[in-house]
DNA sequence: CATCCATAGGAACAAATGTACTTTAATACA
DNA sequence: TGTATTAAAGTACATTTGTTCCTATGGATG
């Protein structure tokens, strides 16, 4: 059910782990050993603590010693979204692997100045940006440096900007739609301004 | 730049919140004072915390008061990505407006115990979810509350998991994929697990 | 120059808190 | 039944830490 394969965990560990997981999503910072001590029914704060060592034993948490409120989740990152495994789209092949990676967005975020953009239409549809999309872009420092094939968007100066693959034939610059139903646009380097390239994509259904 | 307007924040009042936030990404709890106090490079808490007085008078954070390391970020934009605007996948009909909004992954990670996949397969391609795509799932609690039409992931035993289309039609239920090439499945409903329905689909590039 | 105000330094205190220790109860096992 | 193991209760203590004072300094303002 959760993330880390809770077998190893006594019913009393766990109730624990899972409380603490919750308080600090709730609240960003770590509960006492005395507020885990009363969510946990218990008049001593010796139990928490064997508890808490448990936990640290077996890897799911740790602690600055000596420190209040100091605890860390270990095995959740960024953002504590577990990838529970893999998941087949195609046949029933797949089943949930004890991969233990984390949904992470550090990577993309890693690029300066990110920006996102919400995509109006279907032309892209066929890379599978659908309409209302989210699309995060990193800035075009240097035009040159695209590759052909790259999503990009663009701004046609009087007409907008637009989200397409980028293509550079014999000094001229195609923008191509992923949708069969639009034309390629023919466009002059100096028409054009490249303003980012796409590094992920983000859709909330 | 970032999230929120800095433009209220004397430069010692943001370095101070940028240096917390920055702690509280990477130890996922709050900083003492005394810790603030060195990194802000002071010889005396007192001035610390006339810094974070400012900053919970003017929105930035919280705490619990006389709590140690209670800090709470009030109104952190999970990741700081501007939304600049929207772009057309269609014609060229917008342009970058000042849509003042942010790239906002909160709403999903407020959802209790969500967790990742990666998908394989063609299967959803239909629905825009591509071979290698991140999915986010919420575990679902309660199978009845499922509507037809929900992207889920399911559990066949013996068989795998599958990420797929919910229908339930006459007490049986169907797997659909979004892809001709693939058959509905047709299951009872004690033989297949439904292990979460779809909130967001990520994808690198 | 005098005044005001914001900020920094410094010290002290009480509360919160982690930790260690002992005792007691519950449980498992032979 | 007796014993060993584990967990809980209870207590005590030292440290960490938020908070409150007071004083000093620097800059802006009149």
Redesign the pocket.
């Known amino acids: 059910m959760d993330a880390i394969s809770d077998d190893k965990l006594?019913d009393?560990?766990n109730e624990l782990y899972q409380w603490i997981k919750d308080y600090m999503r709730e609240f960003q910072h770590?509960?006492?050993?005395?507020?885990?001590?009363q969510a946990?029914?218990?008049?001593?704060?010796?139990?928490?603590?064997?508890?808490?060592k448990?936990l640290q034993d077996k890897g799911y948490i740790k602690?600055?010693?000596?420190?209040?409120?100091?605890?860390q989740i270990v095995e959740e990152i960024i953002d504590g979204i577990p990838i529970l495994g893999s998941v087949a789209a195609g046949g029933l092949i797949e089943t949930y692997s004890d991969v233990k990676e984390n949904f992470d967005i550090s990577d993309v975020l890693k690029h300066k100045d990110v920006f996102a953009l919400t995509v109006n239409g279907d032309s892209m549809i066929d890379a599978c940006i659908a309409d209302g999309d989210m699309v995060l872009m990193a800035p075009i420092t240097d035009a040159n440096s695209i590759r052909n094939g790259t999503i990009v968007s663009a701004l046609v100066p009087g007409l907008g900007t637009t989200l397409k693959y980028f293509i550079k034939k014999s000094n001229n610059i195609f923008l191509e739609a992923a949708n069969p139903n639009y034309d390629p646009i023919e466009l002059n380097p100096e028409e054009v301004v490249l303003q980012g390239k796409l590094l992920a994509v983000w859709r909330k259904v």
């Open positions: 006594t009393a560990q770590s509960p006492s050993i005395r507020q885990m001590m946990m029914r218990l008049k001593s704060p010796a139990p928490i603590q064997s508890r808490l448990h602690w600055q010693e000596g420190k209040a409120r100091t605890l």
